[in-house]
Antibody, heavy 123, light 108 residues
Framework: QLQLQESGPGLVKPSETLSLTCTVS??????????WGWIRQPPGKGLEWIGT???????YYNPSLKRRVTISVDTSKNQFSVNLSSVTAADTAVYYC???????????????WGQGTMVTVSS | EIVLTQSPATLSLSPGERATLSCRAS??????LAWYQQKPGQAPRLLIY???NRATGIPARFSGSGSGTDFTLTISSLEPEDFAVYYC??????????FGGGTKVEIK
């Protein structure tokens, strides 16, 4: 059974870089049938898609965050990561990683999610 | 960018009642819409994909309909565990994805 787990610092200073890792267990991150995504949720607000990566390294980013975001994959560790630079208080949020199925019959949606990790941007 | 507008923002209903949630897209998105349920302190859970397909393990009281720009999530008879926030999300513009702002279903 595929599981995802986010990890990383819970507190980041303004102007610094937020770095989180998602560890995939119960399956291979190199599966051709999966993409891997990051989504965030500010306190009391809705969901915002950050970006998605395929095991080959192909990446796709939210245009509103593109200049500050980098998503990478480490197939040897079965992990993928997100870096968000020049953070401000507006980047305070719960950050989720999730699996997006690449092809039917799996649902083409975020069908498996990590539990999320809260990141606060504050000095 | 495809914008998804959900209405109402809050729906106050009693257990056993029918819930009807709306999601409207700013552009034509065919059937490429999913619905998620989120309870406090939990990650979202996929309910419906491609407008009307229930995800694995989702009860039959949840149904989705619509195509083009107007979509509906219906909960036929609310159970206590259904009180939560619901989000729609489009994949028509893949790989660029967007979520709606959410509808909170609260106990009346």
């Amino acid at each position: 059974q595929l599981q995802l787990q986010e990890s990383g610092p819970g507190l980041v200073k303004p102007s610094e870089t937020l770095s989180l890792t998602c560890t995939v267990s119960g399956g291979s991150i190199s599966s051709r049938s999966s993409y891997w995504g990051w989504i965030r949720q500010p306190p009391g607000k809705g969901l915002e898609w950050i970006g998605t990566i395929y095991y080959t390294g192909n990446t796709y980013y939210n245009p509103s965050l593109k200049r500050r975001v980098t998503i990478s994959v480490d197939t040897s560790k079965n992990q993928f990561s997100v870096n968000l630079s020049s953070v401000t208080a507006a980047d305070t949020a719960v950050y989720y990683c999730a699996r997006w199925a690449a092809a039917a019959p799996d649902p083409l949606a975020f069908d498996i999610w990590g539990q999320g990790t809260m990141v606060t941007v504050s000095s | 960018e495809i914008v998804l507008t959900q209405s109402p923002a809050t729906l106050s209903l009693s257990p056993g009642e029918r819930a009807t949630l709306s999601c409207r897209a700013s552009h034509y998105i065919s059937i490429y819409l999913a619905w998620y349920q989120q309870k406090p302190g939990q990650a979202p859970r996929l309910l419906i994909y491609d407008a009307s397909n229930r995800a694995t393990g989702i009860p039959a009281r949840f149904s989705g309909s619509g195509s083009g720009t107007d979509f509906t999530l219906t909960i036929s008879s609310l159970e206590p565990e259904d009180f939560a926030v619901y989000y729609c999300q489009q994949r028509s513009n893949w790989p660029l994805l967007t979520f709606g702002g959410g509808t909170k279903v609260e106990i009346k």
